[in-house]
């Protein structure tokens, strides 16, 4: 079956636009995590939902950050007055209720701010 | 809150050698353990997990990870490599007590050589 898509999959955009981040989870899932990737780091979380419920944003930078679930299925991350900082990797993860622990990663957003 | 430290941040080998991928965690709580591969331009990977019983764990593509409570690692081995396995490995943790994020380490980049 279908594995969790992101899109775009490369975004370049000027300092100080919005952009928005998607991500389609594989059907069923009910977790959805965002996490962001730096270059020559390891994914770092920064929110998470279970259905439409955003349970924990504790990993969001700042308040220019923001996340949605609308209907439990996809997921969109905004990034609002976007700075150069905020260039990464951003990768999507769901998992089913049953085995909350096995995350099922996207390929990634690499964003590039100019 | 939980740590893991990846030792090396790049590992050389040649072709049908051994390797070893070390990874520490740092945990109060008890937890699950991860290896995930990135292969170039792709999603991460679930390699292996160890969730409980048996603490030598087998995952795809015939590498393995042995759990030691004692010195807290998880480091992943190979007893010989191919080309194919030219990637990016990931050790991360998970709390066995609820639905949250992994923590991940920096990564190591195995590259091997012919």
């Known amino acids: 079956g279908a594995g969790v898509s992101q899109s775009p999959r490369y975004k370049v955009t000027k300092r100080g636009q919005d952009v928005a981040l998607r991500c389609d989870p594989i059907?069923?899932?009910?977790?959805l995590y965002w996490y962001r990737q730096a270059l020559g780091q390891g994914p770092e979380f920064l929110t998470y939902?279970?259905?439409?419920?955003?349970?924990?944003k504790s990993g969001l930078p700042n308040d220019r950050f923001s996340a949605e679930r609308p209907e439990g299925s996809i997921s969109t991350l905004t990034i609002q007055r976007t700075e150069q900082r905020d260039s990464a990797m951003y990768r999507c993860?769901?998992?089913?209720?049953?085995?909350?622990?096995?995350?099922?990663f996207g390929p990634g957003t690499r964003l590039t701010v100019l | 809150a939980q740590s893991v430290t990846q030792l090396d941040s790049q590992v050389p080998v040649f072709e049908e050698a051994p390797v070893e991928l070390r990874c520490n965690y740092s945990?109060?709580?008890?937890?699950?353990l991860f290896w995930y591969v990135q292969y170039p331009n792709q999603g991460l990977q679930l390699l292996l997990k160890?969730?409980?019983?048996?603490?030598l764990v087998k995952g795809i593509n015939g590498f393995e990870a042995e759990f030691n409570t004692s010195q807290t690692s998880f480091h992943l081995r190979k007893p010989s490599v191919h080309i194919s396995d030219t990637a990016e490995y990931f050790c991360?943790?998970?709390?066995?007590?609820?639905?949250?994020?992994?923590?991940f380490g920096k990564g190591t980049r195995l590259s091997v050589i012919a």
């Open positions: 939902f279970n259905y439409e419920a955003q349970q924990d």
């Open positions: 993860a769901s998992s089913p209720v049953s085995s909350y622990n096995e995350q099922f």
């Open positions: 945990s109060s709580v008890s937890v699950y």
């Open positions: 059907s069923g899932h009910v977790s």
């Open positions: 160890y969730l409980s019983g048996s603490t």
């Open positions: 991360a943790v998970i709390p066995i007590s609820g639905n949250t994020p992994l923590v």
